[in-house]
């Protein structure tokens, strides 16, 4: 079974800068999660298409060192 | 330099053509990217006396030195041009996310010269640039045609994109260039300069890494501010006690150096309403077109009309630009104003708050709410928009303008339906709206009032009263675009600490506010450490708000040193800041723009003086100040002009041969 890895997002520490936004080349992420940074709502990034191609550049970019690459199998 | 591209792109619209340029390195250590790299490349290639709105001028959109390292709060683009509203430098600055944008195509910026036949845009990506027909998206408003442009160029990575509006494409001398929905580098009239060659917007859609000397240090630098940041918060409610705090600051005899971190503590919880009420009482925000002290509008009731809790309470997220961990800004509902078209909006900017509220004497909230879309649509500056409705107002009141001039508007202090329909009519050049729509300076030439008209050097100031902060009033004159509040502020020195990280530079002290009057070296050297580390911020492509939060919250030397691979002390990196704001100024004494002929308008120079509130009885000394500030400069202290022996010693000969 062919693995393939995906950016896998904790938001305790996220700041919202969008900087893993911008690092994608695909245009796979985008500021769109709603959430809550401490009280303040705010939007998070999370996947929103099909694009990923688990290059990491995302995670190498993220300066809170927010995002894990983690395995994801075909079918998952 | 090891943060940026190397690289520039030049558009030429009157031949439709575009071509690729390498950047010496000895450029970028000499003014970095941004605004220093475009000062130098305008003062090259602009011939004197060019028309700001014919083809010889140049419009440029740069990025930051530091923008896409992974440093934090370096997301600004800065926009390049000869201004056609005061004939010398111009720029104006923008977060949003274009700045990475034009590095992820490749390039440190892009130059456009020429006029095209037909409004166009620019595309770019990986693969290169192309001019394309934007016949379909003029005369759209700023959002709807970024909106569009995304949707029809969305195969790829979502671009970014900067666009004009209708004030742009209508050449107001007061429009700017949008992003993200609204965002506006707005001074300087840079809109209509992208106006008058038909461009319609730039569309960037490149997807290339962007390079850092050592990423692995700027992240640890960022890491370090982004868990300062995201552990501060101030108890909800507090926003009311605002315009108290104010109250005391304006009684105060003395000037009180503040911690930088609190400019991050009241940014994140409210963003920059929170000055409003402050400024309403303590003198710092002007009231009733410059006029009046606070007890005459009602201050305190004024102050409590802009609790920056209101807008909290319909923020529906908080907005960050591009490597912000702060997240000023905000998207507003404002679906509840009854009479509005639009459901939501950028949480406007305390310039706009005061612009249209109290500078204006209106308590409308929501209508300041409304005026923020309609003037972030058709992309013009709030605060050319508020200081010209401001001076109409006056006018009105006083008889030089009747209604039958203003097409039936009963222009009153605080009557914001009229201000609304006045800024429908500049906005589309209807009518009296028409003769507005140029800013106040050409407006009072036709109709008189010309004493109630607030501008300086033909730009309208920000929303900071000089005769609160007299070194704020040096920068308005003495700044090559002049008018601009984002420079250098008593209040901004104190927070910094510069002199922990330049060697001239004075400490900042607990002091008597009478000595900020005085043309002492010692605030000229102050007024001088301000220019230099702003100008710094514009090459790195750094906030305004990183600055204020003073050296030791916001590292940018250990930042530039990270990202360039340099290993320079502050002193170097304020030099840089010398060369940048010198130039500038060259710049102007090229195009003969004089800078000894720009003065502060006597009322903003307290003359006479104000008869009631905390600027009760203050006269400025601003000739003399600025005087002190050129020669702390090594500019002549009589014409503001660069001295040729400052020249030299900064390299500036040597830049302009390369």
Redesign the interface.
């Known amino acids: 079974m062919a693995a393939k890895k995906e950016p896998h997002f904790s938001y305790r520490n996220c700041v919202s800068c969008s900087i893993c936004v911008q690092a994608c080349p695909v245009g796979a992420l985008d500021l769109t999660r709603p959430g809550k940074s401490g009280r303040y709502r705010n939007f998070f990034p999370e996947l929103v298409n099909d694009r990923c191609i688990g290059c990491s550049m995302c995670a190498k970019s993220c300066p809170m060192e927010c995002i894990n690459m983690t395995a994801v199998f075909d079918g998952e | 330099m090891k943060s940026c591209t190397g690289k520039i792109l030049k558009v030429d619209l009157t031949a439709g053509t575009t071509s690729v340029e390498k950047i010496p390195d000895e450029i970028y250590e000499a003014v970095l990217s941004g605004k220093g790299l475009g000062a130098w490349y305008l003062y090259k290639n602009i011939p004197a006396g060019a028309d700001p709105l014919g083809p010889e001028n140049i419009l440029g959109f740069c990025s930051g030195a530091l923008t896409?390292t992974?440093a934090?709060m370096t997301g600004r683009w800065t926009v390049v041009c000869k201004s056609p509203l005061t004939g010398g430098w111009g720029d104006a600055n923008c977060g949003g996310?274009f700045s990475?944008?034009i590095k992820?195509c490749g390039y440190d910026a892009i130059f456009f010269s020429g006029i095209s036949e037909k409004p166009v845009y620019l595309y770019c990506d990986n693969k290169g640039a192309e001019i394309r027909d934007a016949s379909g998206y003029w005369g759209l408003d700023a959002v709807e045609s970024e909106n569009r442009l995304r949707e029809d160029n969305s195969r790829?990575?979502?671009p970014c994109i900067a666009v004009i509006g209708q004030a742009g494409e209508n050449l107001s001398l007061i429009s700017g260039i949008c992003n993200e929905g609204g965002r506006i580098a707005a001074r300087s009239g840079v809109g209509a300069v992208m106006g008058s060659k038909k461009l319609k917007a730039v569309v960037l859609a490149g997807?290339k890494?962007m390079p850092c000397a050592d990423?692995d240090a700027?992240?640890a630098l960022?890491?370090e501010l982004?868990?300062k940041?995201?552990?501060m918060?101030i108890p909800?409610g507090l926003g009311g006690g605002i315009g108290l705090m104010g109250v005391g600051m304006g009684k105060s005899p003395l000037a009180l150096p503040m911690d930088g971190s609190m400019t991050a503590y009241l940014f994140?919880e409210w963003g920059t309403p929170s000055n409003t009420p402050l400024a309403v009482t303590s003198g710092d925000g002007p009231l009733k077109n410059w006029s009046a002290g606070p007890n005459e509008v009602h201050g305190m009731r004024l102050a409590m009309d802009y609790n920056p809790e209101k807008i909290n309470k319909i923020?529906?997220?908080?907005y960050?630009c591009?490597?912000?961990?702060l997240?000023c800004g905000g998207r507003l509902d404002i679906s509840g104003i009854d009479y509005s078209e639009y459901y939501e909006t950028h949480k406007p900017e305390y310039e706009t708050l005061q612009a249209f509220g109290p500078l204006c004497v209106n308590r409308d909230l929501r209508s300041v709410l409304y005026m923020n879309e309609l003037l972030n649509r058709a992309g013009m500056d709030s605060i050319s928009a508020g200081n010209t409705v401001a001076w109409a107002i006056e006018c009105y009141e006083n008889g030089i303008i009747t209604k039958e001039q203003t097409d039936g508007l009963e222009l009153k202090w605080g009557n914001y339906e009229a201000e609304i329909e006045l800024l429908r009519k500049m906005i589309s050049r209807e009518g009296f709206g028409n003769d507005l729509a140029d800013g106040v300076k050409r407006a009072a030439e036709k109709y008189g009032g010309k004493e109630y008209a607030m501008h300086v050097g033909g730009q309208e100031p920000g929303m900071h009263d000089t005769r609160n902060d007299p070194q704020l009033g040096i920068h308005m004159v003495a700044e090559p675009a002049p008018g601009k509040h984002t420079i250098g502020m008593s209040i901004q020195y104190g927070a910094m600490s510069l002199c922990d990280i330049c060697s001239w530079a004075p400490p900042a002290t607990l002091h008597p506010k009478s000595e900020d009057l005085e043309p002492t070296e010692n605030i000229a050297l102050i007024s001088k450490a301000n220019a230099c580390y702003s100008m710094l911020f514009d090459g790195i492509g750094g906030c305004y708000y990183a600055e204020m939060m003073g050296v030791h919250m916001y590292k940018a030397i250990e930042y530039i040193n990270a990202a360039a691979g340099w290993n320079y002390d502050g002193d170097h990196y304020m030099e840089i800041g010398a060369r940048i704001q010198t130039i500038r100024q060259m710049f102007n004494v090229k195009h003969g723009y004089e800078p000894s002929k720009v003065k502060l308008p006597k009322r903003m120079q307290g003359m006479p003086p104000l008869k009631t509130g905390p600027l009760k009885g203050v006269t400025l000394k601003n000739d003399e100040q600025v005087a002190a500030h050129w020669k702390a400069f090594g500019w002549d202290e009589k014409t503001g002009h660069p001295l040729p022996e400052t020249v030299e010693m900064l390299g500036i000969n040597r830049l302009m041969e390369m």
């Open positions: 896409g992974g934090f996310v990475s944008a992820q790829g990575k979502k997807s890494p990423p700027v992240k960022s890491k982004g868990r940041i995201n552990k918060w909800k994140r923020e529906e997220a908080k960050h591009y490597s912000c961990p997240g």
